[in-house]
């Protein structure tokens, strides 16, 4: 494994920035982090929650017969994406009748510890799990989230710091399908967004001591599903200001980090009233703008967001003729991937620029009855997009004036449905398929 070097102990540090983990004693958790840790990867999207990974060198090409380090059968089913740190990956499940965080050393796979936490309510969906939220991690506790509703704290060691269950302090989850809203973290807390059809609100806890902190109501006219989402909120910086945006029940809002209040709201992503635009694809954001993918994969719009916090027209750019309903795109520098997982746009991949909205390039991935949920990573000068049936595509290189698929990658678990993100180790991936976790690598892949 790639030890850590010092443009990675800055980039652990820009993460941690990002995660709303600056100020006071961000040198000193920097410092922490890079003494103990080879890796950090925090969140389901990365440190910056935009889907790119820091490195240059990651394999392209791999098979159940070359390039995987290794393979494991994962004990229980779940939807979330693993976070690393150091040399554990951290990931959810459910197994027998129980919600479960489990530690996997990188190296073979094996796991370490697992940890109960709380009754596992399965899935209504095919696609579903108890267990969809991600882990998240400040490099010294994993926060965990279930459908059932246990939010828990973790350390690195599997002991239980606190734990909690939101639905029991605030009422039962009325989602009709299942969670899949993962926690984040800022300076102090750990915060959750319920949105759903009767009570919707945002909620922080004390990362340190599990005591809530504030809680912001977010009661929005939205109709039937439409009041309903599956995003996750996102650390944004306003103005010099840290805020959380939220997307969901037909608007945006921007929230101040420190109390929850909200200080911007866009609406307008459903003229038409309708009852079933649910919102399961998340926004992603860099610099001002903010993506937000919404009505059902139909629609993509450029907000900025500093214009909304100062209550003006925000929305500087629309289209009505792209988007992604359940894929969160990935955005670096002045560019935005979106994945397309429609009836009419299934695997059309699009590079747009972030400012104007306007197309770049476009690769079609070969049809396929099969979807695309896991949400697509940009590693090295490639971009990485994974299929339900865990067949990953690559795209590249990204540099080009007209990237192309380079590279097709088939695994032997192919049952249905992979729906977690790759993650960057080193110069491998973790893939999360539908029972198994696999490493691949540079190293042994031809």
């Known amino acids: 494994m790639r030890k850590l070097s010092l443009f990675c102990h800055h980039w652990v540090a820009a993460s941690l920035f990002s995660l709303g983990l600056a100020g006071i004693g961000l040198m000193n958790l920097a410092m922490e982090t890079t003494c103990m840790a080879e890796e950090l990867w925090p969140q389901w999207r990365g440190g910056s929650q935009n889907g790119v990974a820091a490195g240059e060198h990651f394999p392209t090409q791999w098979s159940e017969t070359s390039g995987v380090d290794w393979k494991v059968k994962l004990p229980g089913l779940g939807g979330s994406t693993p976070v690393i740190v150091g040399s554990s990956a951290f990931l959810t ?133 439409s009041a309903q989402s599956y995003t996750t909120p996102l650390n944004v910086t306003v103005d010099g200001k840290p805020m959380i945006a939220v997307m969901g029940a037909d608007h945006l809002t921007l929230h101040t980090r420190d109390n929850g209040k909200q200080v911007g709201v866009l609406g307008g992503f459903n003229p038409d009233a309708e009852k079933y635009f649910r919102s399961i694809s998340s926004p992603v954001a860099a610099g001002e703008i903010i993506v937000c993918p919404y009505a059902r994969g139909a629609t993509l719009t450029g907000v900025n967001m500093r214009l909304l916090a100062e209550g003006k027209e925000a929305t500087v750019w629309f289209r009505d003729d792209i988007g992604s309903d359940v894929p969160t795109p990935a955005a670096l520098g002045n560019n935005v991937y979106v994945v397309g997982d429609g009836k009419s746009d299934r695997g059309q991949i699009s590079c747009l620029d972030i400012q104007t909205g306007k197309t770049k390039w476009q690769v079609q991935l070969p049809k396929s009855r099969h979807g695309f949920t896991s949400s697509p990573l940009v590693a090295g000068n490639h971009l990485y997009v994974t299929q339900e049936d865990a067949v990953t595509f690559v795209i590249g290189p990204l540099d080009a004036e007209e990237p192309s698929l380079v590279a097709t990658n088939e695994l032997d678990d192919n049952t249905p449905f992979t729906v977690a993100s790759p993650v960057p180790v080193g110069d491998s991936l973790l893939i999360r398929t539908r029972e198994h976790l696999y490493r691949v690598s540079a190293a042994k892949a031809k």
């Open 93 to 225: 499940y459910g197994s027998a009748e129980h919600n479960h965080l489990a530690a996997l050393d990188l190296n073979t796979g094996e796991t370490r510890w697992s940890v109960a936490l709380g009754a596992d309510r399965g899935g209504k969906h095919r696609k579903g799990s108890g267990s969809n939220p991600s882990p998240v991690t400040d490099g010294k506790h994993v926060y965990a989230y279930y459908r059932s509703g246990d939010l828990a704290c973790v350390d690195l060691q599997g002991n239980v710091k606190w734990q909690l269950n939101l639905q029991d302090k605030f009422g039962e989850d009325t989602l009709w399908w299942d969670l899949g809203t993962s926690p984040l973290l800022t300076e102090q807390a750990v915060v959750v967004a319920v949105m759903q059809s009767g009570p919707s609100y945002l909620v922080a806890f004390d990362k340190t001591s599990g005591d809530k902190l504030w809680q912001s109501d977010r009661a929005l006219d939205a109709p039937e599903e």
